[in-house]
């Protein structure tokens, strides 16, 4: 058994994050059902429940410039603590937020706070990814989506008719608080370094990412990152939205639609490798591009719940298929990985930001259905992009050191 510099077995390091992703999954999954739902039961409008769901990515762009600079000075460990300890808290306070103003204030602490767990937890995981093997690449993504699409909708949708959204709340904040104490165990040591000095930061990373962006396929795989998460992120806020309030089915009709999207998305992740390994990263790129579209637009020309269904699965696919090639070509980046992770936060941030902000604006002007219609002209723009990248140097001969 492999043994890392920690003393971890290779074993223990795989369970340790599965174990982990899927309760910070869960607690994540619960609160992406439950939160639009509670802010349709405070008269919050389209463009309030968008704007709820993407500000905590406002927060989480503040802090993601200094977060990477963090977690190589302190590591990961600390940093993930800290964060974890705020998301809880923030949990705890949403039952008191009785209109849409004061969640929005709460949800944008929480993002601060996802800001340091994220991106802790990214650079841990990408630090031992030669450990575990590029071919479990897809278990870090998989096993947080096993929590936020599938145990965490399916908690959410069924416990919103059994409890009281208090009750919701003060469980998931308990729950939130489990992954902080495995963390704990599961990374022993941090290095350390000179002591953190606020001043120049900001500097220093934007130069960081300028330069790192300079990589055709970074740049490339920050572009997909950014826009698979803006679309993962309107589909979770609005496909509830849709069944719900237009639609009047009940909500767990709308957690089981989440739940089938992440199914699919688990499936690819976890045995999608081989895929990954035989074809060449563009091509699976498109594929999965041309799924998402064909699920989108499905999603906008039927109401029957089977078909929603069979929609929700086709976006999983494409997505949990983008997603694993991403995180492959993070894994084989070499330098350091506290910067790497940063960027991607930025990313994911940048996404889930404006994704669901952007969905509410068009929800509100143009109808529920028009938010899915405006995935489609995205994916075919980054299609072309990625098209034209193809023939890059750094596509046709591997990725290079990113310092």
């Not at 389209?46 to 704007?51: I, K, P, R, S, T």
């Not at 503040?62 to 963090?70: D, E, K, N, Q, T």
């Not at 070509?329 to 506290?338: D, E, P």
Request: glycine residues 12%; proline residues 2%.
């Amino acid at each position: 058994m492999k043994k890392d510099i920690n003393s971890v077995s290779t074993r223990e390091i795989i369970l340790g994050f599965v174990f982990l992703n899927i309760l910070s999954g869960t607690a994540s999954g619960v609160l992406s059902m439950i939160i639009p739902l509670y802010a349709i039961s405070i008269n919050a409008s389209a463009a309030q429940v968008g704007l709820i769901r993407g500000i905590s990515g406002i927060g989480l762009l503040i802090l993601v410039l200094p977060s990477g600079f963090l977690v190589d000075y302190y590591g990961s460990k600390k940093l993930y603590i800290i964060g974890g300890l705020v998301f809880s808290a923030s949990i705890f306070f949403l039952p008191f937020a009785i209109v849409p103003i004061l969640v929005m204030v709460i949800m944008a602490f929480q993002g601060l706070a996802n800001s340091l767990r994220f991106t802790s937890l990214n650079a841990a995981f990408f630090k031992y990814l030669d450990v575990i093997g590029k071919d479990k690449a897809g278990w870090y993504r998989g096993s947080m989506s096993l929590g936020l699409t599938f145990l965490g909708p399916f908690i959410g949708g069924y416990g919103v008719g059994i409890m009281n959204y208090k009750a919701i709340f003060y469980t998931v904040g308990f729950i939130s608080l489990v992954p902080v104490i495995i963390m704990v165990a599961l990374i022993k040591r941090n290095k350390t370094k000179k002591p953190f000095k606020f001043s120049g930061v900001f500097k220093e990373q934007l130069l960081d990412f300028k330069l790192i962006l300079k990589n055709n396929v970074v740049k490339q795989m920050a572009l997909v990152e950014s826009l698979s998460t803006a679309c993962f992120s309107s589909f979770i806020t609005f496909i509830v939205v849709l069944v719900v309030k237009k639609y009047q089915y009940k909500s767990y009709y709308a957690s089981w639609l989440v739940i089938l999207e992440g199914s699919a998305f688990i499936f690819v992740v976890f045995l999608g490798g081989k895929i990954v390994d035989k074809y060449k990263d563009y091509k699976l790129y498109l594929g999965s591009f041309v799924m998402v579209i064909i699920g989108s637009m499905w999603i906008v020309l039927t109401n029957k719940i089977q078909f929603l269904g069979a929609a929700t699965i086709i976006i999983g696919l494409g997505l949990g298929m983008t997603n694993l090639i991403t995180y492959c070509q993070i894994g084989a980046l070499k330098g350091k990985k506290g910067k790497i992770s940063g960027l991607f936060s930025a990313c994911s941030g940048l996404g889930s930001t404006f994704g669901p902000i952007l969905g509410g604006i068009i929800g509100e002007f143009f109808g529920i259905k028009a938010v899915f219609i405006s995935f489609v002209p995205i994916f075919i723009l980054i299609g072309i992009y990625v098209i034209k990248n193809a023939t890059s140097e750094n596509e046709t001969t591997g990725v290079e050191q990113v310092s």
